[in-house]
């Protein structure tokens, strides 16, 4: 699938929970037709203990469908 945009462009978000701000793309995933833009969609994941570290929470952004973004003019 070939995409309008590519790592690095500055976007504004068009549906969902975060609809109307912007952000830059992290990461494009043209196999799968998403995007992951910097701040948008931040879902929270727990990590388990490894080694001497103890278990904790991080925030991660995932990935949205590339047709829910539309590139915007830097």
Do not use: F, W, Y
């Not at 978000?13 to 701000?21: E, S």
């Not at 929270?44 to 590339?66: C, F, N, T, W, Y």
């Amino acid at each position: 699938m070939k995409l309008h945009i590519k790592k690095g462009d500055k976007v504004k978000v068009l549906t969902g929970k975060d609809k109307g701000k912007s952000g830059v793309i992290l990461r494009a995933l043209p196999k799968e037709g998403k995007v992951v833009v910097e701040g948008i969609a931040v879902a929270k994941r727990h990590l388990r203990k490894q080694g001497g570290q103890s278990g904790h929470i991080v925030e991660r952004p995932m990935p949205i469908d590339a047709s829910n973004v539309a590139k915007i003019e830097k």
